[in-house]
C-alpha cells in the first residue's frame, strides 16, 4: 500500500509538472474559469500556495500574499492623484514632498508585473495557449478602450479629445497584455529571457529609428513614440505617459515569475527574497557607482534624492530594480499579513479595475469640493490637462491638507470596494466578472 500511495503521488507530481510547463495539456488542467478581473486577473489567483497531499494545490482560496501587496500599492497610488490635485509638483526640495511622490513609484511596476504572474496562474488552470491568448486580447483592448474613454474623462471631466489625449498606465497595461498574447506561445524561460533583456537593453529602441534615414523618421517617430522615445515630435495631441518598452518586458518577466509562485511555500519564499534582495543590492551598488562617477554640484539636489529619484519615463533599469525588488522581496512578509489593516489592503487587491475606475473621479470630486471650500471656486481651468497640472507655490495646497483628503478618499474607496467585492462573490452575474 505504501508503495503504491508513493507511485500514485509521484504520479500526480509528474501531471503537475505537466501541466505547469504546457507540455501537452491535460485534461484535468482544462478547468475554464470565468473571464477575471482586467488588472490582476484576480479569479487567477484562486490558488492557495500550501501544496496538499498528493501535490495538488489548492483553488479554493485567493493569493492573499498577491491581494495585499496589490492593495498595498493602490492605497500608494491615490496619494500621487490627489496630489495631482493639489498642485503640488511630482518631487520637490522639501522631504515632505519628495517621499510623498518617491512612495508611488512602486505602483505601476507592481501593477504590470504582477498581471504577468496573474496571466501565467490564469494559463495554468486554462491548459490552453489560445483561450489564454484569445483572453489577453480581448482584455487588454477593454483596457485600451477605458483608456481613452472613462479614465480620460475621469481626470479632466470634459470631453476635449482634439487637444488631450493620454497614453497612460492602463493603456499601456492593456497594449502588454496584447503582446503577451504573443509570448506565451513560448517556453516560460524563453519569456524570462526576453522580459528581461528587454528591461536591460531598452535604449536601443531608442536608437534604431535615429539610424533610419531622415524622411522615413518623420513618418516611423508617431507610432515609435508608443513603443519606446525616439527623439522625433510625434502627435501634438497625444501625451505618452508609458511607452510599451521596457513595460512589456516587466510584464512578461512577472509572467515567468508564476512559476515561483506555484512552489511549495518554503521555497517560493527563499527565491522570493533571493531575487528581491538580490535586484536591491544591485540597485544600491549601481547607485553607488554612478553618483561617484557623476558627483552633483552645488546646486544639486541631496545625494539621497538623487539616488532614489531614477529616471521613470521610460523606466530606467534603476528605477525597475529598486521597485521591482522590494516589492518581490516583500511578498513572504505578505503572506504572512493578517490583522485589520491587512483585510483592508486585501480587500483593494481583490476589485483593482473597480478601485481604478472609481478612485480617479472621486479624487478629483472631492478635490474641486476642497477647493471651492478654500477659494471660492473649483478652478475647473487648471485641470484640464490632468494629470499634467501647473500651479503657482501659492496656489497649492499644503501637505498635511493633501494628505488628510486622501484619507477621506481611501475610506469612501473602501466602503465601496467592501460592497462590491462582497457582491461578486454572492452573484454570478456576467458583468460582474469585467470588473
Same mark, same amino acid.
Given at each position: 500500500?505504501?508503495?503504491?500511495?508513493?507511485?500514485? &503521488?509521484?504520479?500526480?507530481?509528474?501531471?503537475?509538472?505537466?501541466?505547469?510547463?504546457?507540455?501537452?495539456?491535460?485534461?484535468?488542467?482544462?478547468? !475554464?474559469?470565468?473571464?477575471?478581473? +482586467?488588472?490582476?486577473?484576480?479569479?487567477?489567483?484562486?490558488?492557495? #500556495?500550501?501544496?496538499?497531499?498528493?501535490?495538488?494545490?489548492?483553488?479554493?482560496?485567493?493569493?492573499?500574499?498577491?491581494?495585499?501587496?496589490?492593495?498595498?500599492?493602490?492605497?500608494?497610488?491615490?496619494?500621487?492623484?490627489?496630489?495631482? *490635485?493639489?498642485?503640488?509638483?511630482? $518631487?520637490?526640495?522639501?522631504?515632505?514632498?519628495?517621499?510623498?511622490?518617491?512612495?508611488?513609484?512602486?505602483?505601476?511596476?507592481?501593477?504590470?508585473?504582477?498581471? $504577468?504572474?496573474?496571466? *501565467?496562474?490564469?494559463?495554468?488552470?486554462?491548459?490552453?495557449?489560445? &483561450?489564454?491568448?484569445?483572453?489577453?486580447? /480581448?482584455?487588454?483592448?477593454?483596457?485600451?478602450?477605458?483608456?481613452?474613454?472613462?479614465?480620460?474623462?475621469?481626470?479632466?471631466?470634459?470631453?476635449? *479629445?482634439?487637444?488631450?489625449? +493620454?497614453?497612460?498606465?492602463?493603456?499601456?497595461?492593456?497594449?502588454?497584455?496584447?503582446?503577451?498574447?504573443?509570448?506565451?506561445?513560448?517556453?516560460?524561460?524563453?519569456?524570462?529571457?526576453?522580459?528581461?533583456?528587454?528591461?536591460? #537593453?531598452?535604449?536601443?529602441? $531608442?536608437?534604431?529609428?535615429?539610424?533610419? !534615414?531622415?524622411?522615413?523618421?518623420?513618418?516611423?517617430?508617431?507610432?515609435?513614440?508608443?513603443?519606446?522615445?525616439?527623439?522625433? !515630435?510625434?502627435?501634438?495631441?497625444?501625451?505618452?505617459?508609458?511607452?510599451?518598452? !521596457?513595460?512589456?518586458?516587466?510584464?512578461? /518577466?512577472? @509572467?515567468? %515569475?508564476?512559476?515561483?509562485?506555484?512552489?511549495?511555500?518554503?521555497?517560493?519564499?527563499?527565491?522570493?527574497?533571493?531575487?528581491?534582495?538580490?535586484?536591491?543590492?544591485?540597485?544600491?551598488?549601481?547607485?553607488?557607482?554612478?553618483? #561617484?562617477?557623476?558627483?552633483? $554640484?552645488?546646486?544639486?539636489?541631496?545625494?539621497?534624492?538623487?539616488?532614489?529619484?531614477?529616471?521613470?519615463?521610460?523606466?530606467?533599469?534603476?528605477?525597475?530594480?529598486?521597485?521591482?525588488?522590494?516589492?518581490?522581496?516583500?511578498?513572504?512578509?505578505?503572506?504572512?499579513?493578517?490583522?485589520?489593516?491587512?483585510?483592508?489592503?486585501?480587500?483593494?487587491?481583490?476589485?483593482?479595475?473597480? *478601485? @481604478?475606475?472609481?478612485?480617479?473621479?472621486?479624487?478629483?470630486?472631492?478635490?474641486?469640493?476642497?477647493?471651492?471650500?478654500?477659494?471660492?471656486?473649483?478652478? /475647473?481651468?487648471?485641470?484640464?490637462?490632468?494629470? #499634467?497640472?501647473?500651479?503657482?507655490?501659492?496656489?497649492?495646497?499644503?501637505?498635511?491638507?493633501? @494628505?488628510?483628503?486622501?484619507?477621506?478618499?481611501?475610506?469612501?474607496?473602501?466602503?465601496?470596494?467592501?460592497? %462590491?467585492?462582497?457582491?461578486?462573490?454572492?452573484?454570478?452575474?456576467?458583468?460582474?466578472?469585467?470588473?
Amino acid at each position: 500500500m505504501g508503495a503504491a500511495a508513493a507511485g500514485i &503521488a509521484r504520479a500526480h507530481a509528474i501531471a503537475a509538472d505537466r501541466c505547469a510547463q504546457w507540455d501537452r495539456p491535460l485534461p484535468s488542467c482544462r478547468r !475554464p474559469l470565468p473571464y477575471l478581473s +482586467l488588472l490582476d486577473l484576480s479569479d487567477a489567483a484562486r490558488v492557495d #500556495f500550501g501544496v496538499k497531499a498528493g501535490g495538488y494545490m489548492s483553488e479554493t482560496n485567493r493569493v492573499r500574499s498577491l491581494d495585499v501587496v496589490r492593495g498595498v500599492v493602490m492605497v500608494l497610488m491615490a496619494i500621487d492623484h490627489v496630489r495631482v *490635485y493639489s498642485g503640488l509638483p511630482p $518631487g520637490g526640495p522639501t522631504a515632505g514632498i519628495f517621499f510623498t511622490r518617491w512612495v508611488t513609484h512602486f505602483c505601476a511596476p507592481a501593477f504590470v508585473f504582477l498581471a $504577468g504572474t496573474g496571466a *501565467y496562474l490564469h494559463g495554468l488552470k486554462l491548459g490552453d495557449r489560445r &483561450a489564454l491568448a484569445r483572453y489577453l486580447v /480581448a482584455r487588454g483592448l477593454m483596457l485600451v478602450v477605458l483608456e481613452l474613454s472613462v479614465i480620460r474623462f475621469s481626470w479632466t471631466f470634459n470631453f476635449a *479629445y482634439s487637444q488631450f489625449v +493620454l497614453a497612460g498606465v492602463i493603456w499601456m497595461l492593456g497594449w502588454c497584455m496584447v503582446l503577451m498574447a504573443g509570448l506565451i506561445w513560448l517556453s516560460t524561460r524563453t519569456i524570462a529571457t526576453i522580459g528581461l533583456s528587454l528591461m536591460l #537593453f531598452q535604449q536601443i529602441f $531608442g536608437l534604431l529609428p535615429r539610424a533610419m !534615414p531622415q524622411s522615413i523618421q518623420k513618418s516611423v517617430a508617431p507610432i515609435w513614440n508608443f513603443f519606446y522615445p525616439s527623439g522625433a !515630435p510625434g502627435w501634438e495631441s497625444i501625451s505618452i505617459l508609458y511607452v510599451l518598452v !521596457p513595460w512589456i518586458g516587466v510584464m512578461a /518577466a512577472g @509572467y515567468a %515569475f508564476g512559476a515561483i509562485v506555484t512552489r511549495q511555500p518554503a521555497e517560493r519564499r527563499r527565491l522570493c527574497l533571493r531575487i528581491g534582495l538580490s535586484a536591491t543590492v544591485l540597485f544600491v551598488l549601481v547607485t553607488a557607482v554612478s553618483m #561617484f562617477l557623476a558627483p552633483g $554640484g552645488g546646486a544639486a539636489a541631496p545625494a539621497l534624492f538623487r539616488a532614489l529619484n531614477p529616471p521613470k519615463y521610460p523606466a530606467s533599469q534603476p528605477f525597475l530594480l529598486m521597485t521591482l525588488g522590494p516589492m518581490i522581496a516583500l511578498l513572504p512578509v505578505a503572506d504572512r499579513a493578517r490583522g485589520r489593516l491587512a483585510d483592508v489592503f486585501a480587500t483593494f487587491g481583490r476589485v483593482p479595475l473597480f *478601485y @481604478y475606475l472609481l478612485h480617479i473621479p472621486i479624487i478629483h470630486v472631492t478635490s474641486l469640493a476642497v477647493w471651492f471650500l478654500r477659494d471660492g471656486s473649483v478652478h /475647473a481651468e487648471r485641470f484640464a490637462t490632468a494629470p #499634467f497640472v501647473e500651479m503657482r507655490p501659492e496656489q497649492r495646497w499644503g501637505l498635511p491638507l493633501l @494628505y488628510l483628503v486622501f484619507l477621506v478618499d481611501v475610506a469612501l474607496l473602501y466602503v465601496a470596494c467592501r460592497w %462590491f467585492a462582497k457582491l461578486k462573490a454572492r452573484r454570478q452575474e456576467r458583468w460582474l466578472r469585467y470588473l
